[in-house]
């Protein structure tokens, strides 16, 4: 009665743990991306961006982004304050900033699925759109 029971039941679980290998818990439809950049002509922190992607297929999303950065000139200089108490600093004449704005479109091509456990999952991105630059005067004309 026992080898019944056990040999009823072994089926239901063989398609059980069947279903649960197809059903990926990494497979998403959206997602969303934000952070900040780092540029060897933007100084410690030269912005950020944000991105957001749609699932086309399996591997392959559709991308829109913006980033914003800031853009230092190559001879600006960082001069120390002058007062003994401040640890500040600041640009000696800088009296403008370059912002630069640019806008995504394209595709994520996945790459390599994420593992299970502590996997990494890499994507190969494809994006292009217009780049727009403007100035903001520190100190406007009166």
Not at 10 to 16: A, G, I, M, S, T
Not at 34 to 56: D, E, P
Not at 91 to 116: N, P, Q
């Amino acid at each position: 009665m026992k080898k019944i029971f056990i040999l009823s039941i072994l089926p239901l679980f063989l398609c059980l743990e069947a279903k649960s290998q197809n059903e990926d818990p990494f497979d998403y439809g959206q997602e969303f991306l934000f952070g900040i950049t780092k540029a060897t002509n933007g100084g410690l922190f030269s912005g950020g961006f944000f991105r957001y992607s749609a699932k086309k297929t399996d591997r392959i999303f559709q991308t829109y982004g913006i980033e914003i950065a800031n853009i230092r000139h190559p001879q600006e200089r960082r001069v120390p304050s002058p007062t003994f108490f401040s640890s500040s600093s600041f640009y000696e004449g800088k009296e403008k900033y370059l912002i630069s704005t640019r806008l995504m479109y394209g595709y994520d091509l996945l790459l390599f699925k994420k593992a299970e456990q502590k996997g990494v999952q890499i994507n190969g991105v494809f994006t292009g759109g217009p780049n727009i630059r403007f100035c903001i005067s520190i100190f406007p004309k009166s």
